[in-house]
C-alpha cells in the first residue's frame, strides 16, 4: 500500500527579499494528526515560511504541497483545501459579532450547516455567551480564541497558528495548551513561548538564519547544541 502524503510538505523553499535570502533550501512536513513548532531567533524566516505556505510571497525555489497536490494561493481555495490559518493581527471583524466572525469563513466556502459549525465551535471553545457580542467589545485574550474559533470553523485538516500563545498571560496559555491538544487536525505553528511549545508539539522544526537547523521532538531539540546557540540561549539568557 502506498503510504499517504503528509499533510504538508514544503520542500526546498527559497524565498528573496531583494539581496536578502530570508529562506534558504527549508524542507519539513506536517503528518496528519501531527503539532509541529516552527521556531527560531527573530529574523530567523518563520513568518515568512508562513506565507509562502498560504501563498501570499512567491518564493524563488521550492514547492508546498498540501495532501500530496500543489497548495493553492488563495485563501478561499486554501479553505477549500482544508486549510485555515489565524494571524498575528487576529484580522478580526470588529464591529461583526463573535458569531458573524466564526461564521464567516464557512459562508465563503458555501456551507449550508455554517450556523450549526460556528455555533459548535463556540461551544467547544467557551464561547457561546459571548455569541451576539460585538468581537472588537472583547478583551485581548477573547479576541484570540474568536480567532481560533474562525479557523476551527470549516473543520481544517491543516490549521497554521501564527503566535498563538503571544500576548496571553499564564492561565490563557494552559487552557490554549489543552485545546490544541485536543485538536485532531494537523497543526504548524510558530512560536516564541517556548514552554508552549514543548508542552504542545509532537515535533520541532528549528530556523535559524533562514536554514532548518535542527528538527527533532522536544527533547531532542531541547539537547541540541546548535539550537541552544541559536535560541534556547538567547531566551535562556533573557
Ligand atoms: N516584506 C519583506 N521585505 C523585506 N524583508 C523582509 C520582508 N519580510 C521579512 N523580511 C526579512 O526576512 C527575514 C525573515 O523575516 P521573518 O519575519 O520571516 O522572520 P521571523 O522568524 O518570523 O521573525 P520574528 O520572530 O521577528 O517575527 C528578516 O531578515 C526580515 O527582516
Do not use: W
Amino acid at each position: 500500500m502506498t503510504p499517504s502524503p503528509p499533510r504538508l510538505a514544503v520542500s526546498g523553499l527559497e524565498v528573496a527579499f531583494g539581496g536578502l535570502t530570508a529562506l534558504d533550501g527549508v524542507s519539513f512536513d506536517v503528518r496528519p494528526g501531527e503539532t509541529v513548532a516552527l521556531i527560531g531567533p527573530n529574523g530567523a524566516g518563520k513568518t515568512t515560511a508562513f506565507n509562502a505556505i498560504c501563498g501570499l510571497v512567491k518564493p524563488r525555489k521550492g514547492t508546498v504541497h498540501i495532501d500530496g497536490r500543489p497548495a493553492p494561493a488563495r485563501t478561499t481555495r486554501l479553505l477549500a483545501a482544508g486549510v485555515a490559518r489565524t494571524l498575528q493581527g487576529l484580522g478580526l471583524f470588529d464591529r461583526l459579532t463573535v458569531l458573524d466572525n466564526v461564521r464567516a469563513p464557512l459562508i465563503a466556502l458555501r456551507d449550508r450547516d455554517a450556523d450549526a459549525k460556528a455555533r459548535t465551535v463556540l461551544d467547544d471553545l467557551g464561547l457561546t455567551g459571548l455569541a451576539d457580542r460585538p468581537a472588537g467589545a472583547l478583551p485581548y485574550p477573547e479576541r484570540k480564541r474568536v480567532a481560533l474559533a474562525r479557523a476551527l470553523a470549516p473543520r481544517p485538516r491543516l490549521l497554521l497558528l501564527d503566535e498563538p500563545a503571544g500576548g496571553l498571560g499564564p492561565a490563557d496559555i494552559d487552557a490554549l495548551a489543552e485545546t490544541v491538544d485536543r485538536l485532531d487536525c494537523a497543526v504548524l505553528l510558530v512560536e516564541h513561548h517556548v514552554d508552549f511549545v514543548m508542552r504542545t508539539a509532537d515535533r520541532i522544526v528549528v530556523l535559524d538564519f533562514g536554514r532548518v537547523i535542527a528538527t527533532g521532538t522536544p527533547d531532542e531539540v531541547r539537547d541540541d547544541p546548535a539550537v541552544e546557540a541559536a535560541y534556547l540561549g538567547v531566551e535562556a539568557a533573557a
